[in-house]
């Protein structure tokens, strides 16, 4: 399946995924709790992803300057690197896609506690990114 195409299986309903995190969460409802976890999660993606790399090797990283020094943004966009070697072994992607689904959980209450819509949000993100293309820039 092309990468851009949509399947039934894969579609997430997000205000169905933010409306789930607003009834199971309990322990950590308070906005101080939430923000936090945000960070936690992130801190364990992070470790998850170095781990991958010391602990298991299914990656490394490679890193070195980037170059900017090409003609167009298009061009700059097409040569810049992810400094990342090799793909995630099933064990590691396993860990990382773990520590994501828990940051999206947070975030889905973090959204909730302050009635912010998640799929209101994606979209306007979307949006700004299919109007602004490359020249987001971020």
């Not at 945000?38 to 170095?50: C, K, P, W």
């Amino acid at each position: 399946m092309d990468r851009n195409e949509i399947s039934i299986d894969k579609t997430i309903i997000y205000d169905d995924f933010q409306n789930k995190v607003s009834e199971v969460l309990v322990r950590h409802k308070s906005v101080l709790d939430i923000i936090t976890k945000l960070d936690e999660y992130n801190a364990r993606i992070n470790r998850a992803v170095v781990k991958s790399v010391t602990s298991c090797g299914c990656i490394s990283i490679d890193a070195s300057r980037q170059e900017y020094n090409k003609g167009t943004l298009e061009e700059v966009r097409k040569e810049l690197k992810t400094h990342v070697e090799g793909e995630l072994c099933e064990i590691c992607r396993e860990k990382v896609e773990e520590e994501i689904g828990s940051y999206l959980f947070y975030l889905a209450a973090l959204c909730d506690t302050l009635d912010i819509n998640l799929t209101d949000t994606m979209l306007k993100e979307y949006r700004n990114l299919k109007t602004l293309g490359i020249y987001n820039l971020k």
